[in-house]
């Protein structure tokens, strides 16, 4: 009892943390109030709604994504399975033919490798299959948009892009000796992906791709198209770089399906998935241009179908502006 009140005192159970929820002894979960951005109670901080919004969207679109493919699946012109044969794609023939142009772009991007971003800390959404500083990329096409002064520094690989309908993203894919990317699938099953073998390990069994069931390794001046949205691991088990062009474009679909691929593509670009990483990226590129010297105010991520200014690249052609105004929503 308390002195003097004649009632008994309240007994206090110490609450307990497990999992990262706080439990009084007698097991029942107890809520905690959300800390302001001064750490104090009261309302959760912009940073943490921002996070709570965005748990919310990726576990909304996991569901639709589910739907999603399986619709997609039935609506693709080209079948649904896991690699494709070679010949389905007449612009991975070009790519081919270009093969050695694009690898000498490489080599003196490559130059410059200790400057290049971390696929991480890029698309920070990725950090789980992007956790070792042995992933980098170089990119010319993604996040929405067009990286026009990376363009301008390879002028054939960009000119070879831009012919490319339905391109959504390309960028050079850089792993370095003993990286693994550990088993994940993509965002969208209205695209397909490619990979232009530039730079590829002599150990051919040691550097390898598993896409659903099926194993596959990169022959240097060909170009492999698989589906990303079938779960996919990459090992390079050996001592040598290797690297590739990445590209995703859009998969050939019937009416119905395109329309539904190109929706669900427009309301990507308004996520944080796809905007912290242009953001990201938009930084990234300031430093890396200031550090090679060159400054300028042009955008540095343009949206599709606008015009691209003074590049050297094909996309100052009318049949390349023709090209980037068909490109549409990204998706």
């Not at 730079?199 to 390794?217: F, I, N, S």
């Not at 990445?246 to 905007?275: C, E, K, M, N």
Request: with cysteine; glycine share 10%; charged share 30%.
């Amino acid at each position: 009892m308390r002195a003097g009140s004649g009632k008994a005192a309240p007994r206090v159970f110490p609450r307990v943390k497990r999992r990262g929820k706080w439990y009084h002894p007698v097991g029942v979960e107890v809520k905690q109030p959300a800390k302001s951005s001064e750490g104090t109670s009261g309302e959760a901080s912009p940073q943490g709604w921002r996070a709570t919004r965005r748990k919310w969207v990726l576990q909304k679109g996991k569901r639709l994504r589910k739907r999603l493919i399986r619709f997609l699946g039935r609506q693709s012109l080209v079948g649904d399975p896991p690699v494709f044969p070679d010949g389905t794609f007449p612009w991975a023939s070009e790519l081919e033919r270009n093969a050695d142009a694009i690898r000498e772009e490489l080599d003196a991007i490559l130059e410059h490798r200790r400057l290049l971003p971390l696929f991480g800390t890029i698309s920070t959404d990725n950090a789980r299959i992007a956790q070792s500083e042995r992933w980098k990329l170089f990119l010319f096409y993604g996040f929405g948009g067009r990286s026009q002064r990376n363009c301008v520094l390879c002028p054939r690989t960009a000119a070879v892009l831009d012919g490319i309908p339905g391109l959504r993203s390309a960028w050079f894919s850089i792993l370095a000796p003993r990286m693994h990317i550990p088993s994940h699938r993509g965002i969208s099953k209205g695209i397909v992906r490619a990979h232009l073998g530039l730079v590829v390990p002599e150990d051919r069994a040691g550097c390898r791709m598993l896409v659903g069931e099926e194993t596959v390794t990169w022959d240097e001046g060909r170009c492999l198209v698989f589906d990303d949205m079938r779960r996919h691991e990459v090992w390079n088990d050996t001592d040598e770089e290797r690297v590739v062009l990445l590209l995703d474009v859009d998969r050939p679909l019937r009416p119905i399906g395109r329309a539904v691929s190109r929706l669900f593509g427009a309301v990507l670009q308004r996520t944080a998935y796809v905007r912290d990483a242009r953001r990201n990226h938009i930084e990234w590129e300031d430093r890396f241009h200031a550090a090679l010297g060159e400054h300028g105010s042009d955008a540095v991520l343009q949206p599709f179908g606008e015009s691209v200014g003074s590049s050297p690249s094909a996309a100052t052609t009318p049949e390349a502006s023709r090209s980037n105004s068909a490109r549409g929503i990204p998706g």
